[in-house]
């Protein structure tokens, strides 16, 4: 099971997370975001990661061609996280494309399902998709749980990543109900927007590894 905590913005929280045995740390540029990241400061985080963590760029709506500049300039990142509010075909290059989306209904279900047949029909499928909770106006950390029942029942052939709403107490829970690839937290283990809380990683990380 692979951890990712997400909006990490400082070298202290991305080595306390790396410490308790994450996987993945999530850099977002977005800049509406509470949890948003220079380039000068994603680049100073990265420096300061041990071997095996992988740092996780994301965007929100802005076009590929120009995610694909940034990443280049940046030249530390492998991992796109895109969300937005349409999806194209993942670019060509050297990077893992993770498309999130939020999930509210079935319905939902079926734009990820034939976002990949599109993708698959083009031979360009993505590495993971990253299913999330709804709410109008907000992509990711919005602290609210996606439908687990539902996605129990969803296999598509890319690997789930599940996020929205993820907590130490409840991601046990979570994880038994969708069985999903990896977990993506933010918002469950901060102790404000953008500040992580060092015990409630450690649980989290626990609670993972536990089940």
């Known amino acids: 099971m692979r951890i990712k905590i997400c909006g990490i913005t400082n070298e202290e929280d991305a080595c306390q997370a790396a410490q308790f045995g994450v996987d993945a ?15 000068e400061t994603a680049e100073r985080i ?26 280049r300039r940046l030249g530390f990142l492998r991992v796109i996280q895109w969300h937005g509010d349409r999806h194209d075909l993942p670019p060509a290059g050297p990077y893992h494309f993770i498309p999130a989306f939020a999930v ?5 279900l079926g734009v990820v399902t034939a976002y990949l047949e599109r993708c698959r029909e083009a031979g360009r499928l993505p590495a993971a998709a990253l299913l999330d909770s709804h709410m109008p106006g907000a992509y990711g950390g919005t602290g609210r749980p996606a439908p687990w029942e539902l996605l129990a029942e969803f296999r598509p052939d890319v690997p789930i990543i599940l996020a929205g709403g993820l ?15 990896g977990v ?6 901060e102790a404000s927007p953008g500040h992580k809380d060092a015990e409630k990683m450690r649980r989290f990380v626990d609670a993972v590894r536990a089940t």
């Open 184 to 189: 993506d937290v933010a918002s469950g283990v």
């Open 25 to 39: 740390i999530g850099l977002n540029f977005y800049a509406r975001s509470p949890r948003h990241v220079s380039e």
């Open 167 to 181: 907590t130490p107490e409840n991601v046990a829970e979570a994880i038994r109900i969708v069985q999903p690839y």
């Open 104 to 108: 509210r209904g079935r319905d939902d």
């Open 46 to 71: 990265v420096r300061r990661l041990p071997p095996f963590v992988e740092p996780v760029g994301l965007f929100v709506n802005e076009p590929l061609d120009e995610v694909v500049n940034h990443m």
